[in-house]
């Protein structure tokens, strides 16, 4: 394959105007060419291409291993950009854009012909959103054109939230990476579906329902938020288009086996760890409230017991895990409530088999 015959990727720093400049031209001239860059967003790195060609967006399919079933999300840098991506952009759109964007949150709207359908998995609607990040936003103004960006990593794997993870992963299959820093959110968008009669969040993220449907005044319902969204997905092959990425069975999985617990001390865990028939050296546990000692154990990392910031540290902590040979990763169960749903989703698919 073409893309296996390519030399190691050029890494473009950003840390002062003139290596931004550089960077924002060199990731532009490229996609304008039709390739495919990876390229920071506030949330995880993007494997990027132009939206609008069929052809580069191909390329993102191939480069990932990622199933023709599960769409990308297209990246804009303004909402005239977003309008020209969809047939409706209603009340609701306008306002949740006022209020959230730039930033986490992808609305899911009914798509323009300009946008190719491999790019929506043949559906007929597509996930829209303004990234907060200044890198990607400067990308796209120079470009002229969206950008269709899942994230930068081999399909359903971990993604990644600094350029080095890219780099480890796609370095040789890709032409470039700009490195901007680790990302500051850490986990993927909300996204949300304002095309059916009662919209509803499709993937959870740090923008949860509850906020959202305050900015629409509309009542949270019952039964339609992104729980039943999760159960329908895994209670079923998914072969047909899915209206968001993030909703495959297994996603955002780390090499080892990962296993979500709650434990009340250091033989209760030790004697739930054991049934996992993993050595104790190969095991390592992330815990915010009961931190284990780490006797036996290959490594305890201790991340913060609040969501945003568990959502910064989790995918940098479990590529560390993954690094240092772990087999089992044990990650302290999340309280519950909506501002950990996001969390508890990404752990969920990821603990899937």
């Given amino acids: 394959m073409q893309n296996q015959r390519r030399a190691s990727a050029e890494i473009f720093l950003t840390y002062t105007p003139a290596l931004f400049e550089q960077a924002v031209e060199r990731a532009a001239e490229l996609l304008r060419a039709g390739e495919v860059v990876a390229l920071p967003t506030e949330t995880v790195y993007g494997l990027a291409a132009n939206a609008l060609n069929k052809s580069a967006v191909a390329r993102i399919f191939e480069i990932k291993g990622r199933p023709a079933h599960n769409p990308i999300i297209v990246h804009v840098s303004s909402i005239e950009m977003a309008k020209s991506c969809v047939t409706v952009w209603p009340t609701s759109a306008h306002r949740l854009a006022q209020e959230f964007w730039p930033g986490p949150l992808t609305l899911v709207l009914p798509r323009s012909n300009q946008i ?143 296993v979500v617990l709650a434990w009340r001390n250091d033989a209760d865990l030790k004697v739930q760890s054991s049934k996992f028939k993993v050595q104790g050296s190969k095991t390592h546990v ?56 996001a969390i508890s989703d990404r752990l969920a698919r990821a603990a899937n088999e």
């Fill in 116 to 258: 190719p359908p491999i790019v929506t998995a043949g559906g007929q609607t597509v996930g829209v959103r303004w990234p907060s990040h200044p890198i990607i936003q400067a990308v796209i103004t120079r470009c002229g054109f969206p950008l269709a960006a899942p994230s930068a990593n081999v399909s359903t794997g971990l993604s990644p939230t600094t350029a080095d993870h890219v780099r480890k992963s796609l370095g040789r299959v890709i032409p470039l990476i700009v490195d901007g820093g680790p990302c500051q959110v850490g986990i993927e968008s909300t996204v949300f579906d304002l095309t059916e009669t009662r919209p509803r969040v499709l993937r959870p993220g740090l923008i949860h329902e509850t906020a959202i449907f305050a900015v629409l005044e509309h009542e949270t319902i019952e039964g339609r938020g992104p729980r039943v969204e999760q159960a329908e997905s895994r209670g079923r092959a998914v072969l047909a288009p899915l209206r968001s990425p993030g909703l495959l069975p297994r996603h955002y999985a780390p090499n080892a086996r990962l």
């Fill in 286 to 341: 992330l815990a915010h409230t009961r931190i284990p000692s780490g006797k036996g154990l290959g490594g305890v990392s201790v991340v913060p017991h609040d969501p945003a910031a568990f959502a910064r540290a989790l995918y940098a902590e479990l590529h560390r895990c993954d690094e240092s040979g772990a087999e089992l990763i044990i990650v302290e169960a999340p309280p519950p409530g909506d501002e950990w749903r």
